[in-house]
């Protein structure tokens, strides 16, 4: 169980997550998210200015970081729960022993089958053999989506975790992405800053600024959003519905 985060009861549904009175303070800055709420498997964006705390926000999400006050309530504990970063950690083994960690830690027996079929699909099977540390940081950001998606979490954050792909590669992702949600429907918490992104796998969104959760809905609904905050931060991207 996450150290910080309060269980749901047993009959709860898994894809809930309910925030309240959430406060964190780190330096100058101060985290404050009043109520965030998933009651439903999707893909949701975390988007907003830099600075804004959404990375934050995600580390206490997934146990990185406890808050200082408030509650994060949900039925998953750390072992559905996977964060990804711009710059993810790569331990200093092999590309195959990267991938395969996840899942020996679960004592999944067809481990070698999975991490081969993940390793040609994306382009990584001639290197798996080749330390993990050496690859390019597109190719570490796709090892690194590889690994949270081969044990199959419930909760996957993806914060900035796929801008140094190519356009092949980001497709790949993509496509991805939305194949295993309709597969086996979870819920994803994408952070970038590339709306266009956003558009294309998001269902729902919540746009931070200065510390708190400004507004949410659909990407329609945020588009067309009265909130000056919300205009400004997307009147410079083509990002059409």
């Given at each position: ?180 949600q309709k597969q086996t429907p979870i819920v994803w918490i994408i952070i970038s800053h590339q709306l266009a992104h956003i558009k294309r796998l998001c269902d729902s969104i919540f ?35």
């Open positions: 169980m996450m150290h910080h985060a309060t269980k749901f009861p047993a009959q709860e549904s898994y894809h809930n997550l309910r925030i309240t009175s959430l406060k964190k303070t780190r330096g100058t800055f101060t985290l404050f998210v009043d109520k965030m709420e998933i009651h439903s498997p999707g893909i949701y964006g975390l988007i907003g200015p830099n600075g804004c705390g959404k990375s934050t926000l995600a580390k206490i999400i997934s146990g990185i970081l406890p808050q200082d006050s408030g509650k994060v309530e949900t039925p998953l504990d750390c072992r559905d729960i996977t964060m990804i970063t711009q710059k993810p950690y790569i331990m200093d083994d092999t590309v195959f022993s990267n991938l395969a960690y996840p899942l020996l830690l679960r004592g999944i027996k067809n481990y070698k089958d999975l991490c081969d079929e993940n390793l040609k699909k994306a382009g990584l099977f001639e290197r798996r053999k080749q330390q993990a540390r050496m690859l390019s940081g597109g190719e570490k950001q796709k090892l690194a989506l590889l690994r949270a998606m081969i044990f199959n979490p419930k909760l996957i954050i993806l914060d900035e975790a796929m801008t140094e792909l190519d356009m092949d590669s980001l497709d790949m992702f993509e496509t991805m992405v939305l194949q295993r746009f931070m600024t200065d510390g708190h959760i400004e507004a949410e809905g659909s990407v329609k609904e945020l588009i067309n959003s009265s909130n000056p905050t919300v205009r400004r931060y997307l009147k410079h991207e083509i990002f059409e519905v």
